[in-house]
C-alpha cells in the first residue's frame, strides 16, 4: 500500500511540473462540453419535448456525460505505446513493482484528478447557465449506474491497453489510437443519446463495446432501474472478459518477443 | 515569387512522401476523419430534419453552415499542418538551421507540409458544400462574390491564428496544446454561432474570432450581414494578421536557439 501511494504521488507531483499543460488540457475539454450544451440548449428554445426527452432531461444527459466520460476515458496507459517503442518500459519491469500495478495507480490518480476537475467545471456550467436538472434519488438505480460505470472504466481500458501494445509490433499506433478515440467520441453518446439513432442501427450498436462505456450509466440514471438496463449491464460484462482476454493474450505475446538495444 | 512557388512544390513532394511510408497509419487515419464528419452530419441532419429549423436556419441552410466549416478547417489544416510540428523544431534546435536559410522561414515552418490526406478529404465537402448551396437558390453572384471573400477573410485569420501558435511556439516551446485549443475553438462554430447566449456569441464572434471566421461567410451569403459587418470583420481579419506577423517579429527578436 506505502508503494502506491508512493507512485500516486510521483504521478501527482508529475502533474505539478506540467501546471501549464494540464490546464490547457481541461480547457480543451470544456470547449467541447460548451458545443454540445449550447446547441441542445438552442434545440429546445422552441420546443419542450424531442426525441422523447425533456430539456430538463437532455441538460442532465450532457452534464452527466462529460463527468462519467471524463471519469471512463482519462487515461495515461496510450503512454505505453511511446515507453515500447523508446524503450524505457524495460526501466519500468525491471523495478521492485509489478509492472500492472504501477499502471493501475497511476490510471486511478489520472481519473480522480480528472474527475475532481470535471466536477467543478459542470458546477462552474450549473452556477453560470441554471439549466434545469433532473436528480435522482432512487438507490438501486445509483448503484446499478456505478456499477455500469465501472465496467465502463474496465472496458475502456483494456482496449486501450490492447492499442497501447501494438507497439510491440508496429510504429503506427496513432492510427488504431485515431480511430478508437474517434469511434468513441461519436458512438459512445457524447453528442446525443444514442436511442435516437433509428431502431436497427441502434441494436447493431448495442453488440459493440462502445454503448457501455458512458451511454448506459447515464441512461440508468436518467430512467431508473429497469431488468432491461440489468441485460445492458449483463452486455457490458461479457465485453469486459473480451477485453480483458484480448487484452491479456496480447500483453504475453508481446511481452515474450520484445527486445531492446541501446538503453 | 516563381523561386518559393519551387520551393513549396519540393516541401510539399517532401511531405507526400514522408505520409507515403506510412501507409496503414493513413487509411486508419482517413477512416477515423471520415467517421466523425458522416456521425456529426448525421447528428446535425438528424436533430434538423426533426426541429426544421436551428436557431432559424432551415436544414439546407444549416448544411451550408456545417460544410463551410468543414472547407475552411480542412483547408487551414491542409496547408498549415507543419505548426503542428513545431515544437520538434524549436526544441532540438532544428529551427536556426530553417533561420539562417536564404529564404523566408514561413515557407517552411508555416506552408512546409501540405496535408494530402486533408486534400484528399477536401474534394467531397467542397461538392457536398456546392449541392447545398444550390439547394438554398441564393447564388446570385453578389451573394457569392461576398461569400468568397469572407471565406478568404476567414483563411486570413486562420493563417494570423497559425502564426501567433509558431510565435508562441519560439516564446514558450508550447505548440500541441496552443494548436489543439484553436482547433477545439474553431469546432465551436461547426453549427452558426447565434445558438450561443450573449456573452458569449459576441466572444466567439469578434474576440476569439471563430463567428467571423466560420459563420460570417455563410451569413453573407443569405444577406444577413449589413455593410458595417462586413467592413468590421475585413478590418479584423487584416488586423488579427498584422498582429501575428508582430508577434512573429518579437518572437524572433527574443529567440536565443535550442538544444544545438
Redesign the interface.
Known amino acids: 500500500m506505502r508503494k502506491i501511494l508512493a507512485i500516486a504521488k510521483i504521478n501527482l507531483a508529475q502533474y505539478l511540473v506540467y501546471r501549464?499543460?494540464f490546464v490547457?488540457?481541461r480547457?480543451?475539454v470544456i470547449?467541447?462540453l460548451?458545443?454540445t450544451f449550447?446547441?441542445w440548449?438552442?434545440?429546445y428554445?422552441?420546443?419542450l419535448s424531442?426525441?422523447n426527452y425533456s430539456h430538463r432531461q437532455i441538460m442532465t444527459y450532457i452534464l452527466l456525460i462529460y463527468v462519467i466520460g471524463d471519469l471512463v476515458y482519462s487515461s495515461r496507459v496510450s503512454d505505453l505505446s511511446i515507453q515500447i517503442r523508446n524503450g524505457a518500459i524495460i526501466n519500468q519491469l525491471l523495478k521492485p513493482f509489478p509492472f500492472l500495478h504501477n499502471l493501475f495507480t497511476r490510471e486511478v490518480t489520472d481519473k480522480l484528478l480528472n474527475l475532481f476537475f470535471s466536477i467543478f467545471e459542470v458546477g462552474l456550467v450549473i452556477l453560470l447557465?441554471k439549466p434545469a436538472l433532473f436528480i435522482q434519488t432512487d438507490i438501486l438505480t445509483i448503484l446499478l449506474m456505478l456499477l455500469a460505470i465501472g465496467m465502463g472504466i474496465v472496458i475502456s481500458f483494456f482496449i486501450s491497453f490492447a492499442i497501447s501494445l501494438v507497439a510491440f509490433w508496429?510504429a503506427?499506433v496513432?492510427?488504431?489510437r485515431?480511430?478508437f478515440?474517434?469511434?468513441i467520441?461519436?458512438?459512445s453518446g457524447s453528442?446525443?443519446p444514442l436511442d435516437?439513432?433509428p431502431t436497427l442501427f441502434y441494436r447493431l450498436l448495442l453488440l459493440t463495446p462502445f454503448p457501455y462505456f458512458t451511454y448506459l450509466p447515464t441512461k440508468i440514471f436518467l430512467d431508473g432501474f429497469s431488468f432491461q438496463y440489468l441485460g445492458m449491464v449483463g452486455i457490458s460484462l461479457v465485453w469486459v472478459v473480451l477485453s480483458y482476454f484480448f487484452a491479456r493474450a496480447l500483453w504475453r505475446k508481446g511481452i515474450r518477443e520484445f527486445s531492446f538495444f541501446g538503453r | 515569387m516563381k523561386r518559393y512557388l519551387k520551393l513549396y512544390w519540393l516541401f510539399s513532394v517532401q511531405s507526400l512522401k514522408v505520409v507515403w511510408q506510412?501507409k496503414?497509419?493513413?487509411?486508419?487515419?482517413m477512416?477515423?476523419?471520415l467517421?466523425?464528419f458522416l456521425?456529426?452530419l448525421f447528428?446535425v441532419m438528424?436533430?434538423v430534419k426533426?426541429?426544421k429549423?436551428?436557431?432559424g436556419y432551415t436544414f439546407n441552410e444549416t448544411l451550408v453552415f456545417y460544410f463551410t466549416f468543414n472547407v475552411i478547417d480542412t483547408l487551414t489544416q491542409m496547408l498549415f499542418r507543419e505548426v503542428y510540428r513545431f515544437r520538434w523544431l524549436v526544441t532540438s534546435g532544428e529551427l536556426d538551421g530553417v533561420l539562417v536559410r536564404p529564404y523566408h522561414p514561413f515557407i517552411r515552418v508555416l506552408l512546409g507540409g501540405l496535408d494530402i490526406l486533408d486534400l484528399l478529404m477536401l474534394g467531397p465537402y467542397l461538392a457536398l458544400l456546392t449541392y447545398f448551396l444550390l439547394q438554398i437558390g441564393l447564388t446570385t453572384s453578389y451573394n457569392l462574390s461576398l461569400y468568397l471573400l469572407l471565406v478568404v477573410n476567414s483563411l486570413i485569420i486562420a493563417t494570423a491564428f497559425h502564426i501567433v501558435v509558431l510565435a508562441l511556439g519560439v516564446l514558450t516551446t508550447?505548440v500541441d496544446?496552443?494548436i489543439?485549443?484553436y482547433r477545439?475553438?474553431s469546432?465551436?462554430a461547426?453549427?452558426p454561432v447565434?445558438?450561443?447566449?450573449e456573452p458569449?456569441r459576441s466572444l466567439v464572434t469578434f474576440v476569439l474570432p471563430i463567428g467571423i471566421m466560420m459563420t460570417y461567410p455563410v451569413k453573407g451569403l443569405l444577406n444577413m450581414l449589413n455593410w458595417n459587418l462586413i467592413i468590421v470583420s475585413l478590418v479584423l481579419g487584416l488586423a488579427s494578421l498584422l498582429f501575428s506577423l508582430w508577434l512573429w517579429g518579437r518572437a524572433l527578436k527574443k529567440y536565443q536557439s535550442w538544444g544545438s
Open positions: 501549464l499543460s490547457l488540457w480547457v480543451r470547449l467541447s460548451f458545443l449550447f446547441l440548449s438552442a434545440v428554445q422552441s420546443r424531442i426525441f447557465f508496429s503506427e496513432w492510427g488504431p485515431f480511430v478515440m474517434t469511434l467520441t461519436v458512438l453528442y446525443f435516437i439513432l | 506510412h496503414t497509419g493513413v487509411l486508419f487515419f477512416f477515423g476523419k467517421i466523425r456521425m456529426f447528428f438528424i436533430l426533426n426541429t429549423t436551428l436557431v508550447e496544446h496552443t489543439m485549443i477545439d475553438l469546432k465551436l461547426v453549427v447565434d445558438i450561443y447566449r458569449i
